[in-house]
């Protein structure tokens, strides 16, 4: 079992720039894919990133395409999210997810595939 702790979320005007953590505990982090999503106000929880446990593989919304990076750190059990160019619509909650795959190198893309998830951390973006 592993929990996941977010921080980094905050409020920045458009333009601007976050990087998001997401902190695991368990010794086994390697064998975890992960990923990252968020909820607006009234929306559904929508995809927005994911990588695969070495990070060798990635997959991400077109919407954040070209502007944000996840990233991990095995070492310090640690996923990340570097947010560039945020506009307002980028405005969420931001969850990071985590599922024990193994040895797999899949990326994770559908939610209801993860089984452990952050308490989330809220990103506001001004216009």
């Known amino acids: 079992q592993v929990q996941l702790v977010e921080s980094g979320g905050g409020l920045v005007q458009a333009g601007g720039s976050l990087r998001l953590s997401c902190a695991a505990s368990g010794r086994t982090f390697s064998s975890y894919a992960t990923g990252w999503f968020r909820q607006a106000p009234g929306k559904e929880r929508e995809f927005v990133t994911a990588m695969s446990t070495t990070g060798g593989r990635t997959d991400y919304a077109d919407s954040v395409k070209g502007r944000f990076t996840i990233s991990r750190d095995n070492a310090k059990n640690t996923v990340y999210l570097q947010m560039n160019s945020l506009k307002p619509e980028d405005t969420a909650v931001y969850y990071c997810?985590?599922?024990?795959?193994?040895?797999?190198?899949?990326?994770?893309?559908?939610?209801?595939?993860?089984?452990?998830w952050g308490q989330g951390t809220q990103v506001t973006v001004s216009s």
């Open positions: 997810a985590a599922k024990n795959v193994g040895y797999s190198y899949d990326v994770v893309a559908h939610a209801r595939r993860y089984a452990y």
